[in-house]
C-alpha cells in the first residue's frame, strides 16, 4: 500500500460542512442557468389539504401563522395558496389576507381550474394573484373536454385567462402533467397567454407553474421531453419566459422530487411550489424544508435566515390533527436523528458530529437521540446518561454495567421494543440516587 498522508489536525471539510449552517455547495464554477434570486411558494391550504389534512377555519391560519414565522423577513415563502369553493376556505383566505395587509410576510393567492365560472368566485376576494389549472397533456385534455382535444382546452383556458386579466387580478397558469405534455400543445398556448396578457403592464404579467403531477420526471438533461426536467425547463426559457416567470411544483410518486426539485432550479427555475413536512396528495408534494436546506446550501437568503425550528410547531398541530409527520421522516420525524445503533452510539459519545449531518439542536431545534436496544450496547446508556443527567460516565462504571446486565434481561426475556429514556429514567435513578 502506498503511503497515506498523516495530517497534524484531522480534514473536516469545514467549507462543506460548517459548524453553525446547513451543509454547503462548494461549486467548481457557479452554474450559469441558476438564478440569482429563488424562493418558494406554499400550497398546504391547497394540495395538502386535498390529500387528506382535515383543515378546518382556525387549523388554516394556524399553519399560515407557523409559516410566517419560519420565513421572517427572509422572503423564503413568498405566497401561499388557498381553495375558495367552501365557506371555511373562504374564511381561512380572508384571515390570512387580514393578517397579510397587517404585514404578514406571505402573501395568500386562490387556486380555481381556468373555467369562467370559477374566475366569478374570486372577483371580489382582494387577491392579486390566482392560479388557474391549465391542464397540458393529452391525458387531459382528450378525456376531460366533451368532445375533447388540445383546442378546445386551450380556447376554455384562454377564456378565463382573459377574465382574469380584466378583473386585474395576476394570472399564473398551472400546466398540469407537464411531464407528459407536448409541446406542441405548451408552446403555442404559452405565446398566446404572453400575447393576450402584452398590454395589461407587468404587474399582471403571468406566471407559469410547470407541474410534474404524476412524478414522472427526471433530473437528467440527457432524457427526451418530456420527462426531462432541464430541458423542459431550457424550452420554457426558449419561449422568452424568465426565471421569476417560472414554478415547479412536483409531485413524490417515484421518489425524486427533491432531486426534480434541484434540476429545475439549475436549469433557471427561480420558484419551488409545495408543502411544508411534504403534505399533498398520494405520495406527497416537495418538502419545502428540503428545498430550501438546499437553497441555504447554495448560498441563497444570506441575509435573513429563515427559523427551522419554528416548524416543530407543525409537527405538533399535525400530530394533534391525526396526520403526524412519519417517525423516519427526514429532519423531523421522530426517529430522524435517533440512533439505535451501538456503534453509532459510541461514535457519539466520542465526536459527536461524526453521526449528524449538521448541528441538528442548533438549526432544528431537535436532539440527536439514543433508543436502546439489543443492538445499542453499553454506549448507548452511556450517550442517554450523560444527555439526560449530565454526568460523565465510564462504559467500564459498575453502575451502568448493572444497569446494563438489567437491559440485556429484558431482550433476554422476549422484549421486542426498544427502551426510552422515560422507562430507564427511575432505573438510572436507582443506581445513581447520590447523584
Known amino acids: 500500500m502506498s503511503t497515506i498522508p498523516e495530517p497534524s489536525d484531522p480534514e473536516y471539510f469545514l467549507e462543506s460542512f460548517p459548524r453553525d449552517a446547513f451543509p454547503a455547495y462548494v461549486w467548481d464554477e457557479r452554474p450559469a442557468s441558476l438564478p440569482l434570486e429563488v424562493w418558494t411558494t406554499e400550497t398546504t391550504h391547497r394540495d395538502g389539504q386535498q390529500g387528506g389534512l382535515p383543515l378546518s377555519t382556525e387549523q388554516s391560519l394556524k399553519i399560515y401563522d407557523i409559516l410566517c414565522r419560519f420565513t421572517g423577513q427572509a422572503q423564503a415563502i413568498r405566497q401561499a395558496e388557498f381553495f375558495v369553493y367552501r365557506p371555511s376556505d373562504r374564511a381561512a383566505l380572508e384571515g390570512a389576507l387580514e393578517r397579510y395587509r397587517a404585514g404578514a410576510p406571505i402573501e395568500p393567492t386562490t387556486w380555481i381550474r381556468a373555467t369562467a365560472r370559477d374566475v366569478a368566485l374570486i372577483g371580489s376576494l382582494g387577491v392579486r394573484e390566482t392560479g388557474m389549472l391549465a391542464s397540458a397533456s393529452d391525458y387531459h385534455t382528450f ?97 422568452g419566459l424568465q426565471p421569476a416567470d417560472l414554478e415547479f411544483h412536483p409531485h413524490n410518486d417515484t421518489g425524486l422530487v427533491v432531486a426534480n426539485c434541484l434540476a429545475a432550479l439549475r436549469a433557471g427555475c427561480a420558484v419551488i411550489n409545495g ?14 424544508e428540503a428545498v430550501l436546506l438546499h437553497m441555504l446550501g447554495m448560498g441563497f437568503f444570506r441575509e435573513q435566515q429563515p427559523d427551522f425550528t419554528a416548524l416543530n410547531e407543525l409537527v405538533e398541530l399535525y400530530a394533534s390533527m391525526g396526520e403526524p409527520v412519519p417517525a423516519k421522516y427526514p429532519l423531523y420525524g421522530r426517529d430522524a436523528h435517533r440512533t439505535r445503533a451501538g456503534v453509532h452510539a459510541d461514535g457519539l459519545n466520542k465526536f459527536w458530529w461524526m453521526y449528524a449531518p449538521f448541528n441538528v439542536p442548533q438549526l432544528l431545534g431537535r436532539p440527536l437521540e439514543v433508543s436502546l436496544t439489543k443492538e445499542s450496547g453499553v454506549a448507548g446508556l452511556v450517550f442517554l446518561i450523560r444527555q439526560h443527567l ?46
Open 143 to 239: 378525456h376531460k373536454f366533451k368532445p375533447g382535444g388540445r383546442n378546445q382546452a386551450a380556447r376554455t383556458y384562454l377564456e378565463a385567462v382573459q377574465m382574469v386579466l380584466d378583473a386585474g387580478i395576476r394570472p399564473r397558469l398551472h400546466l398540469e402533467d407537464a411531464t407528459r405534455a407536448p409541446l406542441d400543445f405548451m408552446r403555442p398556448f404559452i405565446e398566446a397567454v404572453l400575447e393576450m396578457s402584452s398590454t395589461y403592464g407587468q404587474q399582471l404579467r403571468p406566471k407559469f407553474r410547470i407541474c410534474d403531477t404524476m412524478g414522472l420526471g427526471l433530473p437528467f438533461e440527457d432524457v427526451r421531453l418530456p420527462r426531462s426536467i432541464p430541458r423542459l425547463f431550457a424550452e420554457m426559457h426558449k419561449i
Open 275 to 288: 408543502t411544508m413536512l411534504g403534505k399533498g396528495e398520494r405520495s406527497g408534494n416537495a418538502p419545502l
Open 390 to 435: 449530565s454526568l460523565d460516565v465510564a462504559k467500564d462504571d459498575p453502575r451502568v454495567l448493572e444497569i446494563y446486565s438489567w437491559l440485556l434481561a429484558e431482550f433476554d426475556n422476549g422484549r421486542q421494543t426498544s427502551v426510552e429514556w422515560e422507562e430507564l429514567a427511575p432505573v438510572v435513578a436507582r443506581h445513581f440516587a447520590s447523584q
